[in-house]
């Protein structure tokens, strides 16, 4: 126990035990700040910490910066130091880790307590400015070691190693929790990247093949698809559509490519037949008539 509790021991306390066990005592007062010291306890080593933030904090006043106001709640497992209006709290210093505490002679407005912090391992001593309870918060904090130090003794060592425990255990979950938040965000990112990669440029849309304006040429027929040739007979002739087997004044059209040797239509076919036999009859007078001009001796 430190020189400023053993001071002030003689003084009654000014809170019931279950107050301070079952629930906190809260104060408002303002924060200079924290800073590190070399040792864990004594007067003199918390004065010159004081020394320090109050300059310090009297720079930061000239530049317009105010002195933050906190909530200090203290019970016999620590004392936090909470934003007054959103409850949130800025520190949590375990009763196990602060090693000194002690109100300023000189300056009634301040008290200061020294902690050592639970991840550097460092010795910061805590400052603040209370303009009328500065004296009566560190009687609550050396009450509240009082209470504790008691527990410690009727449980034999164990309440503070489970709450060693405990603390230990909830500092792990908080990384985990913040593991696993990133985990998530890499995943997010990576369903990202695989469902771009996915998608075809054009958003997705397969076309054909288009001309200069971006436009799908016409085809009133359907493609032909050519079948394998066979080398014991020679592969059918396509056939055309129904649908444009006749033109516009309802007759077929002539198609080389799939017509027969003698495959014309009924009109073209007739005419053929006329012109055929007129050839013929030609041919024949033709040939008497230049039989019998030699012998009358015309050309």
């Known amino acids: 126990m430190s020189r400023a509790f053993i001071r002030k021991k003689d003084k009654s306390w000014m809170h019931t035990p279950e107050a301070l066990a079952k629930h906190f005592i809260a104060y408002n007062a303002k924060f200079l700040g924290n800073t590190e010291v070399d040792q864990p306890k004594g007067t003199e080593v918390v004065r ?33 130091i909470l934003d007054p209006k959103s409850k949130d709290v800025q520190h949590n210093c375990q009763l196990h880790r602060i090693s000194f505490c002690a109100d300023d002679k000189t300056d009634k407005r301040i008290f200061t307590f020294i902690c050592k912090d639970s991840e550097s391992n460092k010795h ?4 603040f400015d209370s303009e009328k309870c500065a004296e009566e918060i560190t009687l609550t904090i050396g009450q509240a070691f009082d209470l504790a130090y008691k527990k410690f003794l009727e449980s ?37 990247q695989m469902l771009i990669a996915q998608v075809p440029p ?13 436009m799908v040429p016409f085809s009133p027929v359907a493609p032909l698809v050519p079948l394998p040739a066979s080398s014991a007979s020679p592969p059918p002739a396509p056939v055309r559509p129904a649908e444009i087997r006749k033109d516009v004044f309802g007759a077929e059209p002539f198609d080389p490519f799939i017509c027969g040797a003698a495959d014309f239509p009924p009109d073209i076919q007739s005419r053929l037949d006329e012109m055929q ?14 039989a019998l001009d030699p012998l009358d001796g015309h050309c």
């Open 48 to 80: 010159d910490a004081v020394r320090k933030l109050k300059f310090q904090r009297h720079i930061k006043k000239s530049e317009g910066q105010k002195i933050p106001k906190v909530e200090l709640q203290i019970s016999i497992y620590g004392v936090k």
């Open 124 to 127: 910061l001593c805590y400052v």
């Open 156 to 192: 034999g060592g164990k309440d503070v190693e489970t709450r060693k425990q405990i603390g230990s255990l909830q500092k792990r979950i908080q990384e985990l929790e913040t593991e696993n938040s990133e985990l998530k965000k890499q995943l997010r990112v990576m369903e990202e």
């Open 202 to 214: 054009g958003g997705g849309s397969s076309k054909g093949p288009t001309d200069i304006f971006d």
């Open 277 to 290: 036999e007129g050839f013929k009859m030609g041919l024949t007078v033709e040939g008497a008539v230049f």
